[in-house]
């Protein structure tokens, strides 16, 4: 049996405190202990390990991790340590020109490699109704281009990040690369999430026929800003197989690849998507 999990955290500016926060929750997890599990597939929220700062400490935060990406390695580490797939949500990594970040979400095998990462591609530049009013993430990141989907034993995996979430052709695209799960790590604002968070994941999970696994941020965040929570797994039929509404947890679900099989041949969507 495979389980999909997607953590919720309330990441703070403090590296040591967020990875504290996300073993805590990884040892709560009941399918470590569940002999029947074969494979567990665990996902963080976006920026997991260093949120509710000022933007720019994310860039110094890049720069002081380098060159040889401790948080990646300590990411890995947890990883290796609970024998998991890891979608560690997304990190901060300094680009070439030294100047911005990539918003990039990373993938570790129960064996700690990195099997792959993806750059998130849409950026949040979005005026909302809330104390922060204008948000720019483009001031420090450089938006990725590529669309990745990571090959495990037991399915192959989309990545997404928070806003790509309102972006379908990019889930097609992840759909049309063979992707049966699509994981979304988010900081949703409470304002937008409350609005249109639950629709926009049914909704790629319906047209996409695929596990939809969103972790998110969620509470109050040292800078004020407020974010959703509501983390969930949806199924490839559009249901909400568990849902967080707030606070710290975790929320999990057995994936069936035979689910996923049996929606695609009754009612052929990926098979047919308009793409090349
Ligand atoms: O910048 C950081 O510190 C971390 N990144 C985020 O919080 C990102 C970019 S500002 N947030 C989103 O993409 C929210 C999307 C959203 O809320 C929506 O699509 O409605």
Redesign the pocket.
């Known amino acids: 049996m495979i389980k999909l999990t997607a953590i919720q955290l309330c990441s703070k500016p403090d590296v040591s405190a967020n990875l504290q926060a996300i073993r805590e929750q990884i040892e709560k997890m009941k399918s470590l202990q569940e002999t029947d599990v074969t494979a567990n597939l665990v996902v963080l929220p976006?920026?997991c390990l260093?949120?509710?700062?000022r933007?720019s400490e994310?860039l110094e935060l890049a720069k002081s991790s380098q060159p040889s990406n401790k948080l990646m390695s300590s990411l890995a580490e947890i990883a290796q340590q609970f024998n998991i797939y890891l979608v560690a949500g997304?990190i901060p990594v300094l680009t070439s020109a030294q100047d911005k970040f990539t918003?990039q979400c990373c993938v570790f095998s129960p064996q700690g490699e990195l099997l792959s990462s993806y750059d998130?591609i849409h950026?949040?530049d979005?005026d909302?109704a809330d104390s922060e009013a204008n948000?720019r993430?483009s001031r420090f990141?450089k938006a990725g281009t590529e669309a990745k989907v990571v090959n495990t034993p037991f399915a192959d995996i989309g990545l997404s990040?928070?806003?790509d979430?309102?972006f379908p052709l990019l889930f097609q695209q992840l759909a049309k690369l063979g992707a049966s799960v699509i994981t979304v790590p988010?900081?949703?604002?409470r304002v937008?999430?409350k609005a249109?968070?639950e629709t926009l994941l049914k909704a790629r999970a319906i047209e996409n026929q695929a596990y939809i696994v969103a972790s998110a941020?969620e509470g109050i965040h040292a800078n004020g800003?407020e974010?959703?929570g509501h983390s969930m797994i949806i199924s490839p039929w559009g249901e909400v197989l568990d849902c967080l509404p707030e606070g710290e947890g975790y929320v999990s679900a057995v994936f069936e690849l035979e689910k996923v099989n049996h929606i695609r041949q009754s009612m052929p969507l990926v098979s047919n998507l308009l793409l090349k």
């Not at 260093?50 to 700062?53: I, N, S």
């Not at 988010?186 to 604002?189: E, M």
């Open positions: 976006e920026c260093y949120f509710g700062g933007d994310q997304s918003n998130k950026l949040f979005v909302v948000y993430e990141t990040i928070c806003f979430l309102r988010s900081a949703f604002t937008t999430g249109h968070w941020q800003r974010t959703w």
